[in-house]
């Protein structure tokens, strides 16, 4: 019913940039909070930065001051700039959105299928 599609992944040295984004789709009727998860070989899946339809931000400590979360609502999109890469950014990346689909039912997270941010010299 909702489908999101992400993009921007690739490998980049420690200290290069990358932007990802993701796309919502399907059937929307009301998108609210929207961010980025990730998750690195042997860890558990962790939390990067979410947004949520007002604007308001939240970002991991190990990332605040390289990373920024943005949307554009109207085209439900969600985007993140990432800066000044460290090896230990290395992980698939899954954007996430909170989303009802119509009135009168519950809201539901979706994912998208992951991206992989590899960073290495």
């Known amino acids: 019913q909702v489908q999101l599609v992400e993009s921007g992944g690739g490998l980049v040295q420690p200290g290069g940039s990358l932007r990802l984004s993701c796309a919502a789709s399907g059937s929307i009727f009301s998108i609210y909070a929207m961010g980025w998860y990730r998750q690195a070989p042997g860890n558990q899946r962790e939390l990067v930065a979410t947004i949520s339809s007002d604007g308001s931000t939240n970002y991991a400590n190990s990332v605040k001051g390289r990373f920024t979360i943005s949307r554009a609502n109207a085209k439900n999109t969600v985007s993140l700039q990432m800066n000044s890469l460290k090896p230990e950014d290395t992980a698939v990346y899954y954007c996430?959105?909170?989303?009802?689909?119509?009135?009168?039912?519950?809201?539901?997270?979706?994912w998208g299928q992951g991206t992989q941010v590899s960073v290495s010299s």
């Open positions: 996430y959105a909170d989303v009802k689909i119509r009135p009168g039912v519950r809201r539901d997270d979706y």
